[in-house]
């Protein structure tokens, strides 16, 4: 399959060239092959290899533009989390979130009244997913661990939930069904030039070694954090666009927090809000927001951000939360336009789109929730450049083919694994379990406590372009952040699934345990 993709790339001419592939650049792919055009995507490390799969998962209006009246922002994240809930159904789902009151009495009229005009913007119909104001002994109900002595009250509202990676890849797999020929751990070493303007990449193929050429008629760079580089080999002294800052998480047990409902709390030190999540069977709490000018390929969580986080647990609930329970932290960089503000947390997540005098078009900013009305945004500028003149479609395509044959439902392997299929991989769950019934020994679990099976890596080699064991386990599957291992403890059994498929040799899969023990160390809380 990967030797395919790569023949196309190298002697195949394309409209469309786009470096990046996180949720960004897959956006632009599948939008520009829905419209016909020929694409291809090439990016130096995983789809989601960077941001896109280190977010708060949230597919969201945006609470926290609206308090900065950022109103365009707030809206069109508004429209683009209603329109998700209907493309990816079982992917993206909507979710309830409870603002606790601590005696903040003008806070209180603030939020109410920041809440009434959120639903406006939202257009909210469902009467049930309207905010509501709830008492104390709601609250509580709903988050018993809160510290009673300082709650007086709380705000109930709706935004939703998704898998960051997954949703990235089922974007990718969209892509793919249009036509877009799309490849990771292909790098770009600089751009081609046709006179002075802009004509495709040459590019290392880092599994195989090998350098050849992806010409197309038109090349946008949507590398995220990685942008500056890209315009670097279009022009040395391009200025900078993108100033990284960084965001940790951490995971913890549900049971060591259990809430009902995603819960913002302030923070200790600055009241910055922060999220509390229900997700996959864990709790991930975060965001921080900080600048940073470390390396951007392997950004980590620091001790005194991890710190941070838990004081802000320890601050609203009871639950004495110490750097010991923590399952996994993460840390993942947003590609902020703009250096002059005093604190990252206000500059705009609005997007832009710059081109430059060889044609290079480059696409900054923005955020996971606004991704696919990013991509028609630059998708227009490519097709008008290349006179095409379909409008953009993805608004109508649906992502995610909703499970619907119940009698296949009965036929996995537990009810846990059946309604991770389902949810997971859709109509597509038919697949696995068509080979777990040829070989049923792929219906074993990876980890006796989580849902995923060997058939899962199979797939995700097969259907979704993973080359390592970090590509399975920690975005294919989420086990980096749900096992208090990180997934060392199946990483073995993933290995030797992998090497079938891939036709690795012992030295090899020897040396991708290795990289994953590294990968999964920067994972670990700080002792």
């Known amino acids: ?221 949507a590398g995220g954090v990685w942008i500056d580089a890209v315009r670097h080999m279009d022009r040395k002294d391009s200025p900078a666009l993108v100033y990284p800052a960084m965001g940790i998480h951490i995971t913890i047990p549900q049971e060591k927090l259990p809430v009902e409902t995603a819960i913002v709390i302030p923070s200790a030190h600055d009241r910055r809000l922060l999220f509390v999540i229900p997700w996959l069977g864990v709790t991930v709490i975060g965001t921080t927001d900080t600048p940073y000018q470390g390396p951007l390929d392997q950004p980590q969580a620091a001790a005194q951000d991890v710190d941070y986080v838990i004081d802000a647990v320890n601050d609203a609930f009871s639950v004495g939360l110490a750097r010991k329970d923590l399952i996994s932290t993460y840390a993942g960089l947003r590609p902020l336009i703009g250096k002059n503000s005093r604190s990252t947390a206000d500059v705009s997540r609005r997007h832009r789109v710059f081109e430059s005098e060889s044609g290079l078009l480059t696409i900054a900013g923005g955020k996971l929730t606004t991704y696919r009305s990013m991509a028609a945004d630059i998708v227009d500028r490519v097709a008008r450049r290349l006179s095409v003149r379909v409008p953009c ?41 068509d080979w777990v019934e040829e070989n049923p020994g792929l219906c074993e679990r990876l980890i006796s406590a989580l849902p995923y099976i060997k058939a899962e890596v199979v797939y995700a080699v097969r259907r979704e372009s993973a080359m390592t064991l970090e590509d399975v386990l920690a975005r294919r599957t989420r086990i980096l952040l749900q096992d208090r291992s990180q997934g060392m403890v199946c990483a073995p059994t993933v290995a030797d699934l992998m090497a079938t498929e891939l036709g690795w040799g012992e030295a090899r899969r020897d040396q991708q345990l290795r990289d994953y023990a590294d990968y999964a160390r920067r994972h670990r809380p700080p002792e």
């Not at 308090?67 to 683009?80: F, H, N």
């Not at 409870?98 to 009467?127: E, H, N, W």
């Not at 997954?166 to 892509?175: D, E, I, K």
Request: hydrophobic letters at 45%; one cysteine or more; aromatic letters at 6%.
């Open 1 to 221: 399959m990967r030797a395919q993709v790569l023949d196309q790339l190298a002697n195949r001419t394309f409209d469309l060239l786009v470096i990046g592939g996180g949720i960004t650049g897959m956006g632009i792919a599948q939008d520009a092959a829905a419209r016909g055009m020929q694409v291809a995507l090439a990016d130096k490390s995983d789809f989601a290899g960077g941001t896109s799969s280190k977010s708060s998962k949230l597919i969201h209006g945006g609470l926290r533009y609206l308090q900065q009246l950022d109103i365009a922002v707030t809206r069109e994240s508004c429209r683009e989390r209603n329109l998700l809930r209907q493309l990816a159904p079982g992917l993206v789902e909507p979710l309830q979130f409870l603002m606790p009151l601590f005696r903040y009495q003008f806070k209180s009229l603030l939020f109410s009244a920041g809440l009434i005009a959120y639903d406006r913007l939202a257009g909210v119909a469902k009467p049930a997913e309207r905010h509501r104001r709830v008492g104390r002994a709601e609250v509580l109900r709903l988050a018993p661990c809160m510290n009673a002595d300082k709650v007086t009250a709380g705000l109930l509202y709706y935004d939703a939930i998704t898998d960051d990676a997954r949703l990235t890849l089922t974007v990718a797999r969209s892509a793919e069904r249009h036509g877009a020929v799309l490849s990771n751990y292909v790098q770009v070493i600089h751009l081609l030039k046709f006179g002075s303007q802009v004509c495709g990449a040459m590019v290392h193929d880092l599994i195989h070694d090998r350098k050849f050429e992806i010409k197309a008629r038109a090349v946008v760079n």
């Open 393 to 433: 479609r993805t608004q109508a395509i649906v992502l995610v083919d909703p499970w619907n044959n119940t009698g296949d439902a009965l036929a996995a392997p537990a009810p846990d694994i059946g309604a991770h299929l389902r949810q997971v991989y859709g109509a597509e769950a038919a697949i696995i379990l």
